[in-house]
């Protein structure tokens, strides 16, 4: 399974952008990256997914070079309710008959946003 | 359209114990793992069910065991408690395909007193 790296932790002021970068210098060639939010006493919340190049959607952007080593969650004008922990995680490449795959959390990044 | 849901919500039981608990999977979903959370830590696999049998365990001892229903739900099964089993029991489902994502439940918070 592939290990993932992030910061421990961040702050950030409210309405700036936040960029958490992972790395993952044994991602599979099929697996995917996906970063998850999780708030205390909640389960992780899907933010975005991506395989290479750069994804958006609504609440975030996700930048990955095209050798996939890392990758790098953007959340532009971060607000107070954005404090939360942020977890990279990679897989979900491929299926097989005698199973699927799991998830391997690290411990995350935890993201302080101040007023 | 409904998203994984888990219950109970929150639960208390004393040590020797058995619990269950209990997981509906989005819809469309076929997958459903189970992980487990403590206090301070990211989430760790149980084990993952497809077509109702057991397809990929973490490394957790036999007192962990789950099922898997036709209709794809699921529950987590925990026999005689200890007091280190007091954690955040998450649900997550998924479909068979390649890069689907995962989604996850809110979680079933079980205190072992």
């Known amino acids: 399974l592939a290990k993932t790296t992030q910061p421990i932790s961040m702050d950030s002021y409210e309405g700036q952008e936040v960029n958490i970068t992972c790395s993952h210098n044994?991602?599979?060639?099929?697996?995917?990256i996906t970063w998850y939010q999780q708030f205390p006493s909640q389960g992780p919340r899907f933010i975005i997914q991506?395989?290479?190049t750069k994804v958006t959607n609504e609440v975030a952007s996700l930048f990955i070079p095209a050798d996939r080593k890392s990758s790098t969650l953007s959340l532009p004008r971060v607000s107070l309710s954005d404090t939360a922990v942020y977890y990279c995680?990679?897989?979900?490449?491929?299926?097989?008959?005698?199973?699927?795959?799991?998830?391997?959390f690290g411990k995350g990044t935890k993201l302080s946003v101040i007023p | 359209d409904a998203g994984v849901t888990q219950s109970p919500t929150h639960l208390i039981k004393t040590r020797g114990q058995q619990v269950t608990l209990r997981c509906s999977p989005k819809?469309?979903?076929?997958?459903v793992s189970w992980y487990q959370q403590a206090l301070g830590q990211g989430p760790q696999f149980i084990f993952q069910?497809?077509?109702?049998?057991?397809?990929q365990r973490g490394n957790f001892p036999d007192r962990f065991s789950g099922h898997q229903f036709p209709n794809y739900s699921s529950e987590l099964n925990v026999n005689a408690l200890l007091l280190g089993d007091s954690a955040l029991y998450l649900c997550?489902?998924?479909?068979?395909?390649?890069?689907?994502?995962?989604?996850f439940g809110e979680g079933s918070w079980l205190t072992v007193v």
């Open positions: 995680l990679v897989g979900g490449g491929q299926y097989s008959g005698a199973g699927s795959y799991q998830l391997t």
């Open positions: 991506g395989y290479k």
């Open positions: 997550a489902s998924s479909a068979r395909v390649r890069g689907n994502t995962i989604y």
């Open positions: 819809s469309g979903h076929d997958t």
């Open positions: 044994n991602i599979a060639t099929n697996d995917y």
């Open positions: 069910y497809y077509e109702e049998e057991e397809r």
